[in-house]
């Protein structure tokens, strides 16, 4: 942790980021198929929805 993130919420946002782009390169090749909306889809995109609201508070 560098001196400039003594509270630690760069490196939770720089964490929350990253899990974000791996979720959402998960959830573009899900949608890759023309099937329908499964349960799986809506949890990942639940989870997407989640971190963001979580790096939206960190921004605040």
Request: no cysteine; hydrophobic share 40%.
């Amino acid at each position: 942790m560098n001196r400039d993130d003594e509270d630690g919420i760069q490196t939770e946002q720089g964490v929350l980021m990253g899990e974000i782009r791996t979720d959402m390169e998960r959830l573009g090749a899900m949608l890759d198929g023309d099937g329908p909306v499964t349960p799986a889809l809506r949890t990942q995109a639940s989870m997407i929805a989640d971190k963001l609201d979580a790096l939206s508070d960190l921004m605040r």
